[in-house]
């Protein structure tokens, strides 16, 4: 059992240095992203309860702009909400892989775990900040049908979901 903590700690460690790494990379800011300040960016969005063609819209237009910020060996978290172009709605974009954006509508975290120290970037604000994340979240959404889904998700990707869901709630990682 000692054995099993130490390679989880090891695990979370490396995981935190390489992310701190990555932080520091600098990233290119497609000019669609809306930049604080802006009162979009500090509003809570509203709920989406028509899975209409807006939704696609939307949905589609996230993954285009994200696309923008990606590149090939980029194995870190990625992530944009739909304040950041604009749109009141709660939906957000994560990276799944290179060229592969999961789209989350009215996600909302169940459950986490673990609380750590993390560096990160927002597309709309300069400068690195420093906060505490979830490692393990468990994150409840619907996709751009309508159906509901249930997903864990740990490491970057969970600081990425955190950080896109506090934009859906008008909150900004400069707030911490």
């Known amino acids: 059992m000692k054995s099993r903590k130490k390679i989880t700690g090891l695990i979370i460690l490396v995981t935190a240095a ?3 790494v ?28 028509a899975f209409d ?7 589609e237009e996230l993954k285009e702009v994200i696309k923008k ?7 870190f ?14 939906i957000i974009a994560l990276k799944s892989s290179y060229g592969d954006y999961q789209i989350m509508v009215n996600p909302k975290i169940v459950e986490q775990k673990l609380q750590l120290p993390w560096t990160e970037k927002c597309f709309s604000l300069d400068g690195r900040h420093f906060l505490k994340r979830y490692f393990w979240v468990k994150v409840q959404y619907q996709d751009i049908e309508g159906n ?29």
């Not at 932080?23 to 509003?43: D, F, K, Y």
């Not at 864990?152 to 707030?175: P, Y």
Request: aromatic share 8%; no cysteine.
């Open 69 to 75: 910020t990606d590149f090939r060996g980029h194995i």
């Open 18 to 20: 390489i992310y701190v």
């Open 22 to 49: 990555y932080a520091a990379w600098p990233r290119t800011v497609p000019a669609e992203i809306l930049q604080e300040p802006n009162t979009i960016l500090t509003s809570v969005s509203e709920e989406v309860t």
């Open 77 to 90: 978290g990625l992530g944009l909400a739909a304040p950041q172009l604009g749109y009141s709605q709660r």
């Open 53 to 59: 063609e807006q939704t696609k819209q939307i949905s």
């Open 148 to 176: 509901d889904f249930e997903e864990t998700i740990i490491g970057s990707k969970a600081a990425v979901l955190q950080q896109e869901i506090d934009h859906l709630n008008g909150v900004l990682i400069n707030d911490y």
